[in-house]
């Protein structure tokens, strides 16, 4: 059974940092491209970050190119996402996520799994 965690969220002030961990079980994570996806309050999902099977390639959102860093650590079974100079709009509910494919890693529609999610809330 695959099952995606997501912890790490919280309450900070603007300017602030976070670092959202997603612990990944039941798949080789060799295997997949990992992602992180975002849903605010009276708003779609969207895209958030991506990163590659191995690592050494990522992919971002402009509006958090620069703030936010995704990275992985297959041994571990671990996904994360630092969170930097946080404003009040990145509060949102943050999801992990999980593909076996090669669509466009921006795309929902090309995820299999997803984590529950963990809410990130950012005061101003």
């Known amino acids: 059974q695959v099952q995606l965690a997501e912890s790490g969220g919280g309450l900070v002030q603007t300017g602030g940092s976070l670092r959202l961990s997603c612990s990944v079980s039941?798949?080789?994570?060799?295997?997949?491209?990992m992602g992180w996806f975002r849903r605010a309050p009276g708003r779609e999902r969207e895209f958030v970050a991506g990163i590659n099977w191995s690592g050494r390639f990522a992919y971002y959102a402009d509006s958090v190119q620069g703030r936010f860093t995704i990275s992985r650590d297959n041994a571990k079974n671990m996904v994360y996402l630092q969170l930097n100079s946080l404003q009040p709009e990145d509060s949102a509910v943050y999801y992990c996520?999980?593909?076996?494919?090669?669509?466009?890693?921006?795309?929902?529609?090309?995820?299999?799994?997803w984590g529950q999610g963990t809410q990130v809330t950012v005061s101003s």
């Open positions: 996520a999980a593909t076996s494919g090669f669509g466009y890693i921006k795309s929902m529609a090309s995820f299999n799994y």
């Open positions: 039941g798949l080789i994570m060799d295997n997949y491209r």
